[in-house]
């Protein structure tokens, strides 16, 4: 039995690569304008928050500044979008506010604010706010943040908090968070939230979350609801997680309805892990995976990247390609590497290998190692293994694992051995476990049974199937049949067929037909043809030997183990050809029996080509029956050896005849032997009569 070593691909790598938690720093990303106003004044502190609790694979969105702000305005009117209204409403505002009307100084200043005209628009919103104007007040703050101010300009905004301004409530909560004082954040951001300010609201769940306090789906999902595009994004990836928690309590597969998910509940989101404990089932999973695809769904559609890109993997993993490929497409057009490289795994699997490399070379050269990994893989199908090596390289160097362990493939498949076992050992102890097992077996084909035996088990216990059926071999070849079979059932109960064929073969000698025979269809299912014949056997085993059918009776379907013994014939089992020939012949059908005999007896089988012989001489072809006697003869067949010796006493050439009784008496079985005997003596006496 040879070891099970990688399989014949240079690439065996997921859509994503290994999550890792972590924090970086916060840029929030805010879609959401004041309800009151439409001007979109930017807050600098926005674009310098604090630091926030975000996946690495999923760093934030670059913040648009025409979103990422505040925006005023408790007393600002509905202000036009289109350039040449802003300007007559300027002209006009500015009139105003020269005859001493205070909305129209709030409203001017906040214009030229937006501008980035910081001089002009400080004395319009210094002479509002003396009036009283809270959303002066607050855009004063604004401009003094912008200016380095940051003290003053929280003073101005508390002014205009305390007056009931959920802008400026949240500028100072966030104003606070930066300098540590969580407390004060917190009831400022309270403030603003409750005032229904998606910007708080947004602001409080990612301050809570980060404190692990309760309350963070509340008020995520309030700004989500608002139209905050980061909140539904991340909204999302918590009832992701919370969904594939779920799954794998109710022990389905992970993702069922929609995308994978790292298996954690939602960090922080305590709101949805607490309905976890009132349902359960697969109707709860399925809703939360619903739910999660409808807020990505919401967070794609207003330009979120990396929403786009799980909202893909969702719609991919059902089936639905097309749609998933927009999505990829749209993410990766902003610049999302993964999406690119998903994009291109959709397009090879579509049968366009060109347009597939254009994006795995846009991705890869953007820092994705998958790609880079992808792109190996396919110069490495064209031959062009100078190019394939360097993209490796490309993929080891964005940190990717596989990057080292496809060289190791590469240079394994060269016939360059030692720097195939460099780096299978450098990534199995990055922790690669098909790594890991390709050194042992590298190892082990060296002849150190010793080093290779910590590394194929390194490699089992991190998951690696084929590894767990190495390791049965192993012991195996120690005739410790007890541990080898242990290993053998680890890797069988994780799909392996030949390690299922292996238990079931086992059991058999043990006795335990019933649990041979459930391994045995495992194997047989996965397409082991030695499996599909054991189990034939076991159901023959069981039949009644068949009587002579009845006149008139009509032809019955083939049995279940003739179906498997076709299955394995089909294959290119040998004994499963004879099998099936034999069976065809019982039926009356000699053509299909011959056809199967011949398989089996140009693939070697000596019964097969005996029982050819059998079927031709019967048709008058003796001639032809003699060559594959011959053959079957030469092969160790006795039976076929008395048959020649026969045709040659009736052909009348008996020195012929003798040589071939000699040979069917050395051969066997008993049976033969002595009837070969006896004809042996006759020939003799015919020869000196």
Same mark, same amino acid.
Request: hydrophobic share 45%; net charge negative.
């Given at each position: 039995?040879?070891?099970?070593?990688?399989?014949?691909?240079?690439?065996?790598?997921? #859509?994503?690569?290994?999550?890792?938690?972590?924090?970086?720093?916060?840029?929030?990303?805010?879609?959401?304008?004041?309800?009151?106003?439409?001007?979109?004044?930017?807050?600098?502190?926005?674009?310098?928050?604090?630091?926030?609790?975000?996946?690495?694979?999923?760093?934030?969105?670059?913040?648009?500044?025409?979103?990422?702000?505040?925006?005023?305005?408790?007393?600002?009117?509905?202000?036009?979008?289109?350039?040449?209204?802003?300007?007559?409403?300027?002209?006009?505002?500015?009139?105003?506010? !020269?005859?001493?009307?205070?909305?129209?100084?709030?409203?001017?200043?906040?214009?030229?604010?937006?501008?980035?005209?910081?001089?002009?628009?400080?004395?319009?919103?210094?002479?509002?706010?003396?009036?009283?104007?809270?959303?002066?007040?607050?855009?004063?703050?604004?401009? =003094?943040?912008?200016?380095?101010?940051?003290? !003053?300009?929280?003073?101005?905004?508390?002014?205009?908090?305390?007056?009931?301004?959920?802008?400026?409530?949240?500028?100072?909560?966030?104003?606070?968070?930066?300098?540590?004082?969580?407390?004060?954040?917190?009831?400022?951001?309270?403030?603003?939230?409750?005032?229904?300010?998606?910007?708080?609201?947004?602001?409080?769940?990612?301050?809570?979350?980060?404190?692990?306090?309760?309350?963070?789906?509340?008020?995520?999902?309030?700004?989500?609801?608002?139209?905050?595009?980061?909140?539904?994004?991340?909204?999302?990836?918590?009832?992701?997680?919370?969904?594939?928690? @779920?799954?794998?309590?109710?022990?389905?597969?992970?993702?069922?309805?929609?995308?994978?998910?790292?298996?954690?509940?939602?960090?922080?989101?305590?709101?949805?892990?607490?309905?976890?404990?009132?349902?359960?089932?697969?109707?709860?999973?399925?809703?939360?995976?619903?739910? $999660?695809?409808?807020?990505?769904?919401?967070?794609?559609?207003?330009?979120?990247?990396?929403?786009?890109?799980?909202?893909?993997?969702?719609?991919?993993?059902?089936?639905?390609?097309?749609?998933?490929?927009?999505?990829?497409?749209?993410?990766?057009?902003?610049?999302?590497?993964?999406?690119?490289?998903?994009?291109?795994?959709?397009?090879?699997?579509?049968?366009?290998?060109?347009?597939?490399?254009?994006?795995?070379?846009?991705?890869?050269?953007?820092?994705?190692?998958?790609?880079?990994?992808?792109?190996?893989?396919?110069?490495?199908?064209?031959?062009?293994?100078?190019?394939?090596?360097?993209?490796?390289?490309?993929?080891?160097?964005?940190?990717?694992?596989?990057?080292?362990?496809?060289?190791?493939?590469?240079?394994?498949?060269?016939?360059?051995?030692?720097?195939?076992?460099?780096?299978?050992?450098?990534?199995?102890? $990055?922790?690669?476990?098909?790594?890991?097992?390709?050194?042992?077996?590298?190892?082990?084909?060296?002849?150190?049974?010793?080093?290779?035996?910590?590394?194929?088990?390194?490699?089992?216990?991190?998951?690696?199937?084929?590894?767990?059926?190495?390791?049965?071999?192993?012991?195996?070849?120690?005739?410790?049949?007890?541990?080898?079979?242990?290993?053998?059932?680890?890797?069988?109960?994780?799909?392996?067929?030949?390690?299922?064929?292996?238990?079931?073969?086992?059991?058999?000698?043990?006795?335990?037909?019933?649990?041979?025979?459930?391994? =045995?269809?495992? @194997?047989?299912?996965?397409?082991?043809?030695?499996?599909?014949? #054991?189990?034939?056997?076991?159901?023959?085993?069981?039949?009644?030997?068949?009587?002579?059918?009845?006149?008139?009776?009509?032809?019955?379907?083939?049995?279940?183990?003739?179906?498997?013994?076709?299955?394995?014939?089909?294959?290119?089992?040998?004994?499963?050809?004879?099998?099936?020939?034999? =069976?065809?012949?019982?039926?009356?059908?000699?053509?299909?029996?011959?056809?199967?005999?011949?398989?089996?007896?140009?693939?070697?089988?000596?019964?097969?080509?005996?029982?050819?012989?059998?079927?031709?001489?019967?048709?008058?072809?003796?001639?032809? @029956?003699?060559?594959?006697?011959?053959?079957?003869?030469?092969?160790?067949?006795?039976?076929?050896?008395?048959?020649?010796?026969?045709?040659?006493? #009736?052909?009348?050439?008996?020195?012929?005849?003798?040589?071939?009784?000699?040979?069917?008496?050395?051969?066997?079985?008993?049976?033969?032997?002595?009837?070969?005997?006896? =004809?042996?003596?006759?020939?003799?006496?015919?020869?000196?009569?």
């Amino acid at each position: 039995m040879d070891f099970m070593g990688d399989r014949a691909t240079l690439l065996d790598t997921g #859509r994503f690569a290994q999550r890792h938690t972590g924090t970086t720093a916060g840029v929030v990303d805010l879609d959401a304008m004041d309800a009151a106003g439409a001007l979109g004044i930017v807050v600098p502190f926005d674009r310098v928050g604090p630091a926030e609790t975000v996946e690495p694979e999923d760093p934030a969105e670059p913040e648009d500044p025409a979103e990422a702000g505040e925006v005023i305005a408790d007393a600002i009117g509905s202000a036009g979008a289109v350039e040449s209204a802003e300007a007559e409403s300027e002209d006009r505002h500015r009139r105003a506010a !020269e005859s001493g009307d205070v909305a129209s100084m709030s409203v001017l200043g906040a214009l030229l604010l937006r501008r980035g005209d910081l001089d002009g628009a400080e004395p319009h919103l210094r002479a509002a706010t003396a009036e009283g104007d809270r959303a002066a007040a607050n855009n004063l703050g604004v401009l =003094l943040h912008q200016r380095g101010y940051a003290d !003053e300009a929280a003073g101005w905004w508390r002014i205009a908090a305390v007056a009931g301004s959920a802008p400026a409530a949240h500028a100072l909560g966030r104003h606070f968070r930066e300098r540590g004082d969580e407390p004060a954040a917190e009831y400022w951001l309270r403030q603003s939230a409750e005032q229904g300010h998606a910007l708080g609201a947004y602001a409080l769940a990612d301050l809570l979350e980060h404190r692990s306090e309760p309350g963070v789906e509340r008020w995520m999902r309030a700004a989500a609801e608002q139209g905050h595009r980061e909140a539904a994004y991340r909204l999302a990836r918590a009832l992701e997680r919370a969904a594939a928690a @779920a799954d794998l309590r109710a022990d389905r597969p992970q993702g069922a309805p929609g995308a994978g998910a790292s298996a954690g509940a939602a960090a922080g989101v305590r709101g949805t892990a607490g309905r976890e404990g009132r349902e359960t089932g697969a109707g709860h999973s399925d809703r939360l995976w619903r739910e $999660a695809e409808q807020w990505f769904r919401q967070a794609a559609a207003r330009g979120h990247r990396r929403a786009a890109l799980h909202l893909g993997v969702i719609l991919e993993r059902r089936g639905e390609l097309k749609e998933a490929g927009r999505w990829y497409l749209t993410a990766a057009k902003d610049g999302e590497a993964r999406a690119a490289c998903a994009l291109g795994f959709l397009l090879r699997d579509a049968g366009d290998e060109e347009s597939a490399a254009v994006w795995w070379l846009r991705a890869a050269q953007d820092g994705d190692g998958n790609a880079a990994n992808a792109l190996g893989a396919l110069h490495a199908a064209r031959g062009e293994q100078q190019t394939a090596e360097r993209w490796y390289r490309a993929a080891m160097d964005a940190g990717d694992v596989n990057g080292a362990y496809n060289l190791g493939l590469l240079c394994a498949a060269q016939d360059r051995t030692p720097q195939a076992e460099q780096w299978y050992r450098r990534a199995a102890y $990055a922790g690669h476990r098909e790594a890991a097992n390709a050194l042992a077996v590298l190892l082990l084909q060296a002849g150190d049974a010793t080093g290779a035996e910590p590394w194929f088990s390194k490699a089992a216990e991190a998951g690696s199937v084929d590894a767990a059926f190495n390791m049965g071999i192993l012991h195996a070849g120690r005739d410790d049949d007890g541990k080898a079979l242990r290993w053998y059932e680890r890797a069988a109960a994780a799909g392996h067929t030949e390690a299922a064929l292996q238990v079931g073969m086992a059991r058999l000698r043990d006795g335990d037909e019933r649990e041979a025979e459930r391994h =045995l269809r495992c @194997a047989a299912g996965g397409g082991n043809a030695e499996a599909a014949f #054991r189990l034939a056997t076991v159901l023959d085993a069981r039949q009644a030997p068949p009587g002579p059918p009845a006149l008139g009776e009509p032809v019955t379907g083939k049995s279940e183990c003739e179906e498997w013994y076709e299955r394995a014939a089909e294959q290119g089992h040998r004994r499963a050809q004879v099998r099936v020939g034999m =069976l065809a012949a019982a039926r009356g059908d000699l053509g299909d029996a011959a056809r199967w005999y011949r398989e089996a007896a140009e693939a070697g089988s000596r019964n097969g080509a005996f029982n050819l012989g059998l079927l031709l001489a019967r048709e008058g072809n003796e001639r032809e @029956a003699a060559l594959w006697w011959a053959r079957a003869a030469r092969a160790g067949h006795g039976r076929a050896a008395l048959r020649l010796a026969l045709l040659a006493a #009736r052909r009348g050439e008996l020195a012929e005849g003798q040589r071939w009784c000699a040979r069917a008496v050395e051969l066997g079985p008993a049976e033969v032997a002595e009837r070969a005997a006896a =004809l042996r003596e006759a020939l003799l006496q015919e020869l000196t009569a």
